[in-house]
């Protein structure tokens, strides 16, 4: 993860470059003026971003849009210092397929990640705190991934939305989130959520999101909730 003052992130031996937003518009805009360092966009070269320090306290971190190519975000840390209900996001992936955000530190955001329309995406190995929402996912998306990656002190850690599906959330931890660590809401179906660590919220796993839930749902079916820890939660567990 990105680590201290000086913005080396730990692992890669890499300064982080300060610079404004980003904006990806089309597979034609990964281009190394809006960031991108590397790549071809296939599997085997996706497009790299990397290692960048981007303030979200007056815009949105990287907003990629209307993609397929495959891309990689990664090294990156983005916050908004102490401002999170600006209304600004850390990374906004809207109908865009084939990404991967690993790595990275997304603090203090009004939504760390969100996504709209979205398919065949990961997360991992990256860290989301002081966010209004750590990760929120809705409007049809679909095959998300996330894995190995902390989850604490946000108002909410995980919310799926408005029919997503066939969502893998597993190997995460979610500890001391105010409302609620993972949700599922209205129509979502198919997803797997698996040895996580849901502890210190208000409520362990509840069928409603009343506030301070680990792993809630409503009106969702045929999900796999499986082999999950909910411990030190102030109500229930689930």
Do not use: Q
């Amino acid at each position: 993860s990105v680590l201290g003052g000086d913005y080396e992130v730990g692992g890669a031996g890499s300064i982080l470059e300060e610079r404004n937003g980003i904006m990806i518009e089309g597979d034609s805009a990964f281009t190394s003026a809006n960031g991108v360092s590397s790549g071809s966009g296939i599997l085997s070269d996706p497009y790299i971003i990397e290692n960048f320090s981007i303030n979200t306290s007056k815009t949105n971190g990287i907003v990629i849009r209307n993609t397929s190519s495959h891309f990689l975000i990664r090294n990156c840390l983005i916050t908004g210092g102490n401002d999170k209900r600006s209304g600004f996001s850390g990374i906004s992936l809207i109908n865009v397929k084939n990404g991967s955000v690993i790595n990275c530190d997304i603090n203090n955001n009004h939504r760390g990640i969100i996504g709209e329309g979205s398919s065949d995406t990961e997360i991992k190995n990256s860290t989301f705190a002081g966010n209004m929402y750590g990760i929120l996912f809705s409007h049809n998306c679909r095959n998300i991934n996330i894995t190995d990656i902390e989850c604490n002190n946000n108002s909410g850690g995980i919310r799926l939305s408005h029919e997503v599906s066939d969502c893998h959330i597993a190997n995460n931890s979610f500890r001391k989130n105010r409302y609620s660590g993972i949700v599922l809401w209205d129509g979502c179906s198919g997803n797997t959520i698996e040895n996580n660590t849901c502890s210190e919220s208000y409520w362990g796993v509840t069928p409603e999101d009343i506030g301070g839930s680990g792993i809630y749902l409503r009106s969702s079916d045929n999900n796999f909730i499986r082999f999950n820890t909910c411990s030190e939660n102030t109500g229930y567990g689930i």
